[in-house]
T-cell receptor, first 113, second 109 residues
Framework: DAGVIQSPRHEVTEMGQEVTLRCKPISGHNSLFWYRQTMMRGLELLIYFNNNVPIDDSGMPEDRFSAKMPNASFSTLKIQPSEPRDSAVYFC???????????FGPGTRLLVL | SQQGEEDPQALSIQEGENATMNCSYKTSINNLQWYRQNSGRGLVHLIL?????REKHSGRLRVTLDTSKKSSSLLITASRAADTASYFCAQRGDYKLSFGAGTTVTVRA
C-alpha cells in the first residue's frame, strides 16, 4: 500500500507566483482533507472533501486558495498569487468512510520568498 | 483553529523512562485521538479513545480520558530513542479533527 502521496515534497517560489500542490489519497478512501501546519498556528484544517465534493472549506484562508477534487484519486490545492505568509507545510490526509483514522501524506514544504 | 492544548510543550527524558503528556479540550467530543509526527514527516495515528471510555492501552501506550474535566493523557512507557517525536491530540467533533499544538518529546540515549 503506497499510502497518501503528495507532490512536490518541497516547493520554493517567489511571491506572486501560482503554486499547485497535489495529492493522491489511498485507493478506496472517500474522504480527503487538506491541512496547513505552521509554528504559529499549528495544524489547521483547510478543506474537507467527501466523495469528491467539498463539504467544508471554512478553513481556506482567503480567495487566493482554491482546492479541487476532480476524481476519487486526485486532489489539488492551488494558491494564486502566493505570498510569503503562505509558507508552511501542507498535508493531505485521507480516510475510509466513517472510520476514525486519518492517514496523512508526507507533506509539501512550501517556501514563498 | 487549535481546539486542544497540550501540556507540556516539550519534554526531555532518558531512554527507559516513562513520558506523560496531557491534552485539554474545550467542546464535547465523539472521541479523542493521539497522533505522532516524526521530524519532517506526516502524522501517524496512534490510538483512539471514545467518549464513553476512560482508559485504553496499545502496546506501550496508555491513554486516559476524563470528559468531566475535558482532558486526556498519553503515557508512553519504557521510552526508546525512536519515540522522539511530536505528539498531538485531536478531538473529533462531527466529521473533522481539531488538533492541539503538540508536545515535543526527546528521548535521550
Amino acid at each position: 500500500d503506497a499510502g497518501v502521496i503528495q507532490s512536490p515534497r518541497h516547493e520554493v517560489t517567489e511571491m506572486g507566483q501560482e503554486v499547485t500542490l497535489r495529492c493522491k489519497p489511498i485507493s478506496g478512501h472517500n474522504s480527503l482533507f487538506w491541512y496547513r501546519q505552521t509554528m504559529m498556528r499549528g495544524l489547521e484544517l483547510l478543506i474537507y472533501f467527501n466523495n469528491n465534493v467539498p463539504i467544508d472549506d471554512s478553513g481556506m484562508p482567503e480567495d487566493r486558495f482554491s482546492a479541487k477534487m476532480p476524481n476519487a484519486s486526485f486532489s489539488t490545492l492551488k494558491i494564486q498569487p502566493s505570498e510569503p505568509r503562505d509558507s508552511a507545510v501542507y498535508f493531505c490526509a485521507s480516510r475510509l468512510g466513517l472510520r476514525e483514522t486519518q492517514y496523512f501524506g508526507p507533506g509539501t514544504r512550501l517556501l514563498v520568498l | 483553529s487549535q481546539q486542544g492544548e497540550e501540556d507540556p510543550q516539550a519534554l526531555s527524558i532518558q531512554e527507559g523512562e516513562n513520558a506523560t503528556m496531557n491534552c485539554s479540550y474545550k467542546t464535547s467530543i465523539n472521541n479523542l485521538q493521539w497522533y505522532r509526527q516524526n521530524s519532517g514527516r506526516g502524522l501517524v495515528h496512534l490510538i483512539l479513545i471514545r467518549s464513553n471510555e476512560r482508559e485504553k492501552h496499545s502496546g506501550r501506550l496508555r491513554v486516559t480520558l476524563d470528559t468531566s474535566k475535558k482532558s486526556s493523557s498519553l503515557l508512553i512507557t519504557a521510552s526508546r530513542a525512536a519515540d522522539t517525536a511530536s505528539y498531538f491530540c485531536a478531538q473529533r467533533g462531527d466529521y473533522k479533527l481539531s488538533f492541539g499544538a503538540g508536545t515535543t518529546v526527546t528521548v535521550r540515549a
